[in-house]
């Protein structure tokens, strides 16, 4: 993401930590929350979760947080997609549990929207 | 909370490792880009191929190119941003000549980039981008008869900052091609539906999948031999290609939609003018509107010159049209023409001396047409046909009849001549 502007919020932070699948403690499985920080540009954001549409938001400015419901037991799926109204946008993605990073990604001006969306898979104990 | 979640542990592998993959909609993505025939599909330019400001017209003034250093959360001190100015072109000196771009949304991004950034903060910037200029300090008068003698004596440089100035103030009061203003915002995501219907699709495979798919998870990824085994199996595929005309339309929707406001009415007012001191020449004032739409650009230009030892004013008026648009994009002979297309423009102008001593005729037509032929990159053979309603005007051609004159413009390939030569 090396870029010759200023750094962004999307910039900021620890590395990514781009992983498949988390496991997700019993007594966590309320507290999973799903950060975007969105950079230059408005966005719109749809999120899935075991094949459910959740969320289909636009414009979406600067941030994004959802809180998923409490999960049962077993494998959920969450995928968040999402589309720049610009040619220079930037996101962080992070999943959250117990308020805890498990997941960190940072994607910018991907080619196709094919990409434009990340798929994690929660195993909850 | 580390135990609990091992791959927070920098120690363990992440799904960017051979033979790891971070799940199937990422192998997915690959096997529909090559469905829709364009594995390295770029519709989505990159930041430094795409014009960030949308055209020529365009005044923001983000300072895309910025080198700019500071931080996300401190404002910069005055010098600093002075330097970053300087740095991004705001401030400019050139041939004794200082000028200031008066670019406000520009400065105000210098002292806090975060109006860059966060989009929130860019939307309130909309009004300060309508607005520009330059105002210029000094450089060189005008060449005209200070001493009355009747012979014109050579212009005079500058010596002080108020010896000239030249000041210049455009309100865009119409349109915008600013991908990140509201109006085009709310553009983009009523004409892009077909993204969601896309993404919905694509979730819906892998949900109906998914039961298959959650053993290939190898750690804390997901085995990418194991997960391209069973997207190559025929069922598999034929279901992948039932997607990609779904991604293929959001693409075109994404890229027409794009299209269209880059190439959307932008008008543009200009006031102007020049405050010299006697020896440098006469004041001027000058009042244009421009505007662009889709290929078409069009200028009406009025400008008054203060007339000198109680001769009238100057005044001129100027009607301006131009067409443009690249054509053989993708089909030229060379490499450079296939990538860059040639372009080809029409226009034609209308220009009113009156009190102008020296203009020949106080009307004056031109038409004209040229193709720019790109020949190698950065380098262009210009062929222009220009014709006017006085054979005098015809000059700098290579090729005058009647009231036509042919310029072939050998100049790039001359450069390149000499320095293959030297």
Redesign the interface.
């Known amino acids: 993401m090396a870029t010759n502007s200023p750094p962004t919020r999307c910039d900021e932070g620890d590395q990514d930590v781009v992983v498949g699948a988390v496991t997700v403690p019993a007594a966590s499985r309320d507290r999973i929350k799903l950060n975007l920080a969105l950079c230059k540009a408005a966005f719109r954001i749809l999120v899935f979760l075991d094949g459910d549409k959740k969320i289909d938001r636009a414009p979406v400015n600067d941030a994004f947080e959802y809180s998923l419901p409490s999960l049962s037991s077993g494998d959920h799926d969450l995928q968040w997609s999402y589309l720049a109204a610009g040619n220079d946008w930037q996101i962080k993605s992070e999943v959250s549990i117990d308020g805890a990073t498990c997941f960190l990604e940072r994607k910018a001006n991907v080619a196709a929207v094919a990409d434009q969306q990340t798929l994690l898979t929660l195993r909850v104990q | ?2 135990a ?5 542990s920098p120690l ?1 592998a ?3 490792e051979k033979g ?6 990422v192998v ?3 096997r ?2 090559v469905l ?1 025939g ?1 594995p ?8 430094a191929e ?1 014009p ?1 400001t949308a055209s020529k017209d365009k005044q923001t003034a983000a300072p ?9 959360v401190s404002g910069a001190s005055f010098s600093e941003l002075l330097a970053l100015a300087i740095d991004n072109g705001l401030i400019s000196s050139q041939n004794g000549a200082t000028t200031l771009n008066l670019n406000l949304f520009g400065f105000k991004a210098l002292a806090k ?2 109006i ?5 903060e860019y ?1 309130k910037g909309e009004f300060l981008r309508r607005w520009g200029g330059t105002l210029t300090f000094g450089g060189k008068g005008e060449s005209f008869d200070r001493d009355g003698d009747g012979k014109a004596d050579p212009a005079l440089e500058a010596k002080d900052f108020e010896d000239i100035v030249v000041g210049e103030l455009r309100y865009r009061f119409k349109g915008s091609r600013d ?2 203003d509201k109006m ?3 553009r ?2 009523a004409e ?1 539906d077909s ?2 219907v ?3 699709a ?3 495979v ?3 999948h ?1 039961d298959d798919f ?1 053993p290939m ?1 190898k ?4 085995d990418r031999k194991k997960v391209e085994e069973y997207l190559d199996r025929p069922e598999m595929k034929e279901e992948l290609r039932t997607l990609a005309p779904t ?1 293929q339309a ?2 075109d929707a ?1 890229r027409k939609t ?1 299209e269209a406001i880059d190439h959307s009415a932008v008008w543009t007012l200009v006031l102007g003018g020049t405050r010299r001191k006697q020896d440098f020449g006469p004041d001027k004032r000058m009042a244009a509107i421009r505007g662009s739409i889709r290929d078409f650009t069009v200028n009406l230009e009025w400008s008054r010159t203060d007339g000198l030892r109680g001769a009238r004013d100057q005044a001129l008026w100027k009607a301006a049209a131009e067409y443009s648009r690249l054509i053989l994009q993708g089909n030229g002979l060379t490499e450079a023409l296939r990538k860059d297309g040639a372009k080809l423009s029409g226009s034609a102008s209308y220009d009113r001396n009156e009190n102008v001593p020296t203009a020949k005729h106080p009307n004056i037509w031109k038409v004209n047409t040229k193709l720019e032929i790109p020949i190698v990159k950065g380098v262009k053979l210009p062929i222009s046909v220009t014709w006017a309603d006085h054979k005098d005007l015809l000059t700098d051609a290579n090729e005058v009849v009647g009231h036509f004159a042919l310029s072939i413009d050998f100049s790039e390939l001359r450069k390149i001549g000499e320095k293959v030569t030297k």
């Open positions: 909370m580390g609990l979640f091992p791959i927070q363990v992440q799904c960017s790891l993959v971070q799940s199937p909609t997915m993505a690959e529909i880009k829709q364009n390295d599909s770029q519709f989505f330019e990159s930041a795409a960030q895309s190119g910025s080198s700019a250093t500071s931080t996300l980039p975060t860059l950034d966060k989009q929130s939307q991908r990140r085009n915002v709310d983009f995501f892009t993204f969601a896309f993404q919905t694509l979730n819906r892998f949900d109906s998914k959650h998870i750690g804390s990824c997901y991604g959001a693409e994404i794009n």
